[in-house]
């Protein structure tokens, strides 16, 4: 995971607000809303698969400052260990964490309760912020 940063997405990944990079001229640029992006094209799922055909597309693997800025706070003892309160729960508190090359799955993340060692709500792979945000919402987690 350390010498490879990004990865390229699949055509059926991408939906309206899915994060990615574009290259452009030679520079890479964010890309934040797919449903805005190739506007300006005729067909612009054609569009998007040609420059994902091209290498022109890359998505982030999910960091750990990233996922800090989904309010995950960061364990001062363990860098790979994150929590937060459950808002549906106030006297839980939520755990996440990521491991990196995880048998040969470049992020995987495992979220539970963190009193609760035997129901983990998720553990899998979770490749960028676009799946963490998808897990998320599914797990109610705000």
């Known amino acids: 995971m350390e010498e ?3 990865f390229i997405p ?4 991408i939906y309206s607000g ?7 001229n ?19 799922h054609y ?3 040609k420059d994902i055909e091209e290498g022109k597309i890359r998505v982030p693997y999910l960091s750990k400052e990233q996922i ?20 549906d729960n106030c006297d839980k508190t939520l755990f996440l964490q990521v491991n990196y090359n995880y048998f040969n799955v470049p992020v995987w993340i495992t979220i539970g309760y963190e009193n609760d060692l035997t129901d983990d709500r998720f553990s ?8 963490l945000r998808y897990i998320c919402k599914l797990l109610k987690i705000w």
């Open 4 to 6: 490879q940063k990004y």
């Open 10 to 13: 699949e055509i059926e990944d």
């Open 18 to 24: 899915y994060q990615y990079e574009r290259e452009r």
């Open 26 to 44: 030679g520079k890479w640029e964010k890309v934040n809303e797919f449903s805005n992006d190739y506007d300006y094209e005729d067909n612009p």
């Open 47 to 49: 569009a998007l698969m």
């Open 68 to 87: 800090r800025t989904e309010g995950w706070v960061a364990d001062e003892n363990f860098d790979y260990y994150f929590t937060k309160s459950d808002k």
């Open 124 to 131: 899998g792979s979770c490749p960028s912020i676009n799946e």
